[in-house]
């Protein structure tokens, strides 16, 4: 089943996910409220009809009797809860397709929602991404990419779907600077810690700080710049 059809009051310009998306810029004018959760939405359209990414401006509350899909909230403003299940600003939480819960919002709140349609789990959940989560070291990226010193990296896979091709945690690693690559999945990010930027192989550059929340394209080409430590929460999708 494909994400929901674009509405009327959708964005109608295909988004050329070759580039680095600041979600924050993308929520920014975005304004009405509504009372319902599944269809207050603001869509960022592609040309991939696997995965739907909005941002939904929420107040007040109610239920939602079946989740259709696995979905991605992130907060940036206000505060969601979920059955009783509270997350703030710069927080996130997965929740499994089947699903049924209550919701509440306070007045303002607006979050970034990323669904993916996929084979339902055998239990549905509700599973927050704790930023403080204890990481365990991972593979770095590979030598032949690298200019410099290999670096440190320590990761922590809090939630995956049922396929294993949707999935989100924790990552952290010591400074390094990788040649550009192409992206072979879809990559929400939030920078909990430190700052990075991306270099295209025209050269363009694009700096994210502590606190942004952004989204790279399946099939961009960018090399990763950081000369600090940096700490981030990620959401992927990675298409069989």
């Known amino acids: 089943m494909a994400p929901p059809a674009l509405g009327e009051k959708d964005i109608v310009a295909v988004t050329d996910i070759r580039s680095i998306i600041n979600l924050r810029d993308f929520a920014e ?8 959760f599944l269809t207050s939405r603001h869509v960022l359209p592609f040309l991939d009809d696997r995965i739907a990414i909005d941002v939904m401006a929420l107040s007040g509350s109610g239920p939602v009797t079946r989740l259709p899909a696995d979905t991605f909230l992130f907060v940036l403003e206000g505060h969601v809860s979920l ?14 397709a089947g699903m049924a819960f209550d919701w509440k919002a306070s007045a303002g709140t607006k ?6 349609q996929g084979p339902e ?13 204890p990481l365990s070291p991972s593979s770095p990226p590979p030598v032949a990419l690298l200019t410099g010193p290999t670096p440190d990296c320590e990761s922590s896979v809090v939630w995956r779907s049922a ?3 949707f999935y989100g945690g924790i990552w952290a ?6 040649r550009p690559v192409p992206y072979v999945h ?5 920078l909990c810690e430190g700052n990075v930027t991306f ?9 994210f700080n502590a606190g942004d929340a952004f989204l790279i394209g399946r099939g961009a080409v960018w090399a990763w710049d950081s000369e600090c430590h940096v700490k981030k929460m990620f959401v992927i999708f990675r298409p069989a």
């Open 199 to 207: 270099v295209s192989e025209e050269g363009e550059r694009q700096t």
């Open 83 to 96: 059955n009783g299940i509270g997350t703030g600003v710069n927080e996130g939480v997965m929740i499994t």
């Open 29 to 36: 004018n975005f304004l009405d409220l509504s009372e319902d």
């Open 186 to 190: 879809y990559e929400f990010m939030h």
């Open 173 to 178: 690693s010591t400074p390094y600077y990788r």
């Open 121 to 133: 789990s055998a239990v549905p959940v509700i599973v927050g991404i704790d930023t403080d989560v």
């Open 111 to 116: 979050l970034i929602r990323i669904q993916v």
């Open 163 to 165: 396929d294993g091709q």
